[in-house]
């Protein structure tokens, strides 16, 4: 489970060019914020948007919708360390819930699946796309996320492993 953070602005793949070449961008940075609780295994997605903050309200609001998904099956969400998810609200909201909070150490985004998500979403829906308004911005990235499990399946198959690279032999250099 993570938060992503889409802003209704400029975003450029890659651009050259011999000439001026003038490029249409919307106006305003609006943001559209998704919170995300990524199945590993099925690869769907359940969020919660808005267009204003993620806080303990929506991590709540996510976690409700979960457990109604896994009703007498264990389950464990694995967040970062956002304050908002460590809060007591969250907490106990998940314990009554009977969901497991794992968390992942401070600074690695890398160990979080849906971290590759987020990645792939802008991909699909930011790269040196132009959308007109903001409705129809965030209705491109909540198709992308609503079909993660059947026509993105293919491409997010090889991207949402459950292989981590890992180091055995560990040497530490004292400088």
């Known amino acids: 489970m993570d938060a992503a953070h889409f802003v209704f602005a400029p975003f450029l793949g890659y651009l050259w060019s011999f000439s001026r070449l003038f490029v249409r961008a919307p106006a305003g940075r609006k943001r559209f914020n998704v919170l995300g609780a990524l199945n590993a295994i099925t ?11 993620i806080n303990a309200q929506s991590v709540c609001d996510l976690l409700r919708p979960l457990a109604a998904l896994h009703i007498n099956l264990p389950l464990t969400l694995v967040l970062d360390n956002a304050r908002y998810q460590k809060c007591m609200v969250v907490q106990e909201l998940a314990t009554s819930l ?6 992942l150490p401070s600074y690695s985004p890398n160990l979080n699946l849906i971290e590759r998500l987020w990645k792939f979403v802008k991909k699909q829906c930011l790269y040196s796309k132009y959308y007109a308004d903001y409705e129809t911005f965030t209705q491109a990235i909540s198709h992308c996320l609503q079909h993660t499990h059947d026509l993105h399946k293919k491409e997010l198959d090889s991207l949402l492993t459950l292989r981590f690279q890992t180091f055995e032999k560990v040497q530490i250099i004292n400088v």
């Open 98 to 103: 009977h969901i497991e909070l794992l968390y």
């Open 43 to 53: 690869h769907e997605v359940i969020t919660v948007t808005n267009d204003t903050y």
